[in-house]
């Protein structure tokens, strides 16, 4: 980008009435030679000299004209575009900073017992205690269809409810416009490396390290329905622990034969087939990853944020 360019955008982000001050030049330059008798009504003395000292204005045979006309031009059309997306910044920023825009009570509750249930994995009283809990809606349903079939259906609801909780509970306009912000400083950085602009660059690295907040605040919308699966899929996992006999001195609950999958053949539930990973745990996950981008190609859903 030419430093003319670069410098007219960064004025006029800087102060709002820079704009109209380069646009009265740029008038007043059709004519010729700008003096300052000639605007000093319609500008400040201070604006004036900002735009000698940034060298925009330079001097001419009679008073003074612009160093480069067009990159002058064009540094007020790229600015459109750039208080656009500045504007933008700032409201993300602010959403950033305002968690209760994106997380309610009710996630921070969420999230807390979820690391409560996590406990259920290693500690065998709450691991039984919730397994229990959950025998009495999914105990019928083993009794009625083969275990391999009951962790099918469970996988199946899994993947219903994540994808719903994505697709509604993550602000997609918000992660889109932290991508399009990340991707125009990313262009702009290619720009002026191209032209060798030094000082514009100082001021894109600047601007990147403002925007690593953005980064937090997509973590913070991607997060948001990860606790709502996680405090949903643990319980049942908890159960398919409880129900399967993991873990020392644990005892199936169920009737379990042999499970055949792809690739490994016959294996009982519990043998690892995947270095640690036992076998119950990639049938699910299987049938889960199945199972999800069926429904999403069902119900047309797309969680991924698209920068424009």
């Not at 960064?10 to 003096?35: C, F, S």
């Not at 991707?183 to 100082?202: H, P, S, T, Y």
């Not at 990973?277 to 429904?295: E, K, P, R």
Request: glycine share 8%; hydrophobic share 45%.
């Amino acid at each position: 980008m030419p430093r003319i360019e670069s410098k007219v955008r960064d004025l006029v982000a800087g102060d709002d009435g820079m704009r109209a001050a380069v646009e009265i030049v740029l008038d007043r330059a059709d004519d010729g030679d700008v003096k300052w008798l000639d605007v000093k009504d319609e500008l400040s003395s201070g604006r004036w000299g900002r735009l000698i000292e940034t060298g925009v204005l330079v001097e001419g045979e009679e008073g003074f004209q612009l160093a480069d006309r067009a990159a002058t031009e064009s540094g007020l059309e790229t600015d459109d575009s750039s208080d656009t997306s500045t504007d933008s910044n700032v409201a993300l920023e602010t959403e950033v900073d305002d968690d209760e825009s994106s997380w309610s009570i009710y996630d921070k509750g969420a999230g807390v017992l979820t690391i409560g249930l996590f406990v259920g994995y290693s500690w065998k009283p709450l691991r039984d205690l919730i397994g229990t809990v959950m025998d009495v809606p999914l105990g019928p349903l083993e009794e009625l269809l083969p275990f391999y079939a009951v962790v099918m259906i469970l996988a199946l609801a899994t993947g219903l409810y994540s994808t719903l909780l994505q697709a509604n509970l993550m602000n997609m306009e918000k992660m889109s416009a932290y991508q399009s912000r990340m991707k125009e400083i990313q262009e702009r950085r290619k720009e002026a490396k191209e032209e060798g602009d030094d000082d514009a660059l100082d001021a894109i690295q600047d601007e990147q390290m403002d925007a690593m907040g953005d980064q937090l605040g997509m973590f913070k919308e991607q997060f948001r329905p990860m606790v709502w699966i996680m405090f949903l899929t643990i319980p049942v996992f908890l159960w398919m622990y409880w129900s399967i006999g993991v873990g020392a001195n644990a005892e199936a609950q169920v009737s379990l034969s042999t499970l055949v999958l792809p690739l490994v053949g016959e294996v009982a539930w519990t043998d690892s087939v995947l270095g640690p990973i036992q076998a119950w745990i990639v049938w699910y996950f299987l049938c889960s990853m199945g199972f999800t981008q069926i429904i999403r190609k069902s119900l047309n859903i797309d969680i991924s944020p698209s920068a424009s």
